[in-house]
Antibody, heavy 115, light 106 residues
């Protein structure tokens, strides 16, 4: 069974940083392109960014609202995806989901940015 | 980025009804469209990919069609478990974009 488990969500002040993790099991993580998608309270889904598999170069792409502030990385030995979020803004408040390239989703982790 | 315009935003229906949700892309995207179902407080779930391919385990009352810029999701004979929010999503480019969502309610 494929499982994705996110963690690391928390309450953080504007300007602060946070790192989210997503542990993947039951899936070929090493060859997977992985994405982060977020959902602000009461709103729709918004793609945050993606990391390719290492065999495809391990490069990343980001949505415009987070480019330059967020960084996605991966540890294939630990089947873990990361999202480093810096210079957080109140509008970054959302549930953050990790997602595989074939659309297996985690349950999400809540990030709240508030003073 | 490619914009996905989804309609309607809310759809009122009854058990047994057939309903259709439409998504329009701002430029041609072949058939690189997926449809996801999301229930309140839960993660999204993939229903359909490549515009019309049913994900394994998804009931056959769900169907998708379209290519280019116009796409539809149809649920025939709505069941109580189908009341949820549905999102279209394009993956023609590396930057995924989602429609605004359609809430199917009683």
């Amino acid at each position: 069974e494929v499982q994705l488990v996110e963690s690391g969500g928390d309450l953080v002040k504007p300007g602060g940083s946070l790192r989210l993790s997503c542990v993947v099991s039951g899936y070929a993580f090493k060859t997977a392109w992985m994405s982060w998608v977020r959902q602000a309270p009461g709103k729709g889904l918004e793609w945050v960014g993606r990391i390719k598999s290492e065999i495809n170069g391990g490069t990343t792409d980001y949505a415009a609202p987070v480019k330059g502030r967020f960084n996605i990385s991966r540890d294939d030995a630990e089947n873990t995806l990361y999202l480093q979020m810096n210079s957080l803004k109140t509008e970054d408040t959302a549930v953050y989901y990790c997602c595989t390239d074939s659309y297996f989703w985690g349950r999400g982790t809540l990030v709240t940015v508030s003073s | 980025d490619i914009q996905m315009t989804q309609s309607p935003s809310t759809l009122s229906a009854s058990v047994g009804d057939s309903v259709t949700i439409t998504c329009r892309a701002s430029q041609g995207i072949s058939t690189w469209v997926a449809w996801h179902q999301q229930k309140s407080g839960k993660a999204p779930k993939l229903l359909i990919y490549k515009a019309s391919t049913l994900e394994s385990g998804v009931p056959s009352r769900f169907s998708g069609s379209g290519s280019g810029t116009e796409f539809t999701l149809t649920i025939s004979s709505l069941q109580p478990d189908d009341f949820a929010t549905y999102y279209c999503q394009q993956y023609n480019t590396y930057h995924w974009t989602f429609g605004q969502g359609t809430k199917v309610e009683i």
